[in-house]
């Protein structure tokens, strides 16, 4: 499968494209910096924009899923409300079979399943920040695109551990704690979401093994 990534240079972005590589798949990495990205066999790197509607269609011109892993800074309120609808007419115009948007676990509803002091957390310090990522997933419900929305837990440089639990959210009772997970788990995570036809239009939690409680 073509596996295109917008975030190829980003912590998490570069894990996927690794775990993308090594599952055999070839990968379209679409960056601003693309000198920042190691060549590698099955590995197709083009310079560019978020904004430039046009080139990015035509880059991702072949590929059957394209996913979203980019962001702002935390101060950016406004990242995803001002990219994503570039994002998601190139993808239309190129014909992309499945869209995967990463968020992350308390935009939106997802809060809701938190401990108190993550919702605290998420509600004040880091409000707009997350009020930005739910944006982005009401752009994309509108967008008529075959897609599916991760929510990834807080995540951290670190060796791989015990692997990601990936779960529909409407099976999760709760989050306890604050559980992290490494950029390299969560990647293998996607890139199993991302080529599942079975996950589209599905909201998923991405969170350590015991990092959730399911529903009674």
């Not at 798949?25 to 083009?46: D, K, N, Q």
């Not at 869209?99 to 997802?110: E, I, K």
């Not at 604050?178 to 199993?192: E, I, Y």
């Amino acid at each position: 499968m073509k596996i295109a990534v917008l975030g190829a240079t980003g912590n998490l972005g570069t894990e996927v494209v690794n775990e993308a590589l090594t599952a055999g798949h070839t990968v379209l990495a679409y960056a601003r910096r693309p000198e920042a990205i190691t060549p590698r066999p099955g590995l197709e790197v083009v310079g560019g924009q978020l904004d430039d509607v046009d080139a990015l269609s035509a880059a991702l011109a072949g590929s059957e899923t394209l996913i979203v892993s980019v962001t702002g800074p935390m101060k950016d309120h406004t990242f995803c409300r001002r990219t994503l609808p570039g994002i998601l007419t190139a993808a239309q115009r190129a014909g992309v079979n499945h869209l995967v948007l990463v968020s992350a676990f308390g935009a939106g509803d997802t809060a809701g399943k938190a401990s108190l002091g993550a919702r605290l957390l998420y509600r004040t310090v880091l409000r707009g920040f997350f009020d930005d990522k739910a944006a982005g997933e009401e752009l994309l419900a509108t967008a008529g695109l075959a897609a599916t929305v991760v929510f990834p837990v807080n995540l951290k440089q670190a060796p791989s551990g015990a692997g990601a639990a990936v779960e529909p959210l409407e099976n999760v009772a709760r989050v306890p704690g604050l559980p992290t997970l490494p950029f390299v788990d969560a990647a293998r995570a996607l890139v199993s979401v991302a080529t599942d036809p079975e996950t589209t239009g599905r909201r998923l939690l991405i969170t350590t093994q015991k990092g959730w409680r399911a529903r009674g």
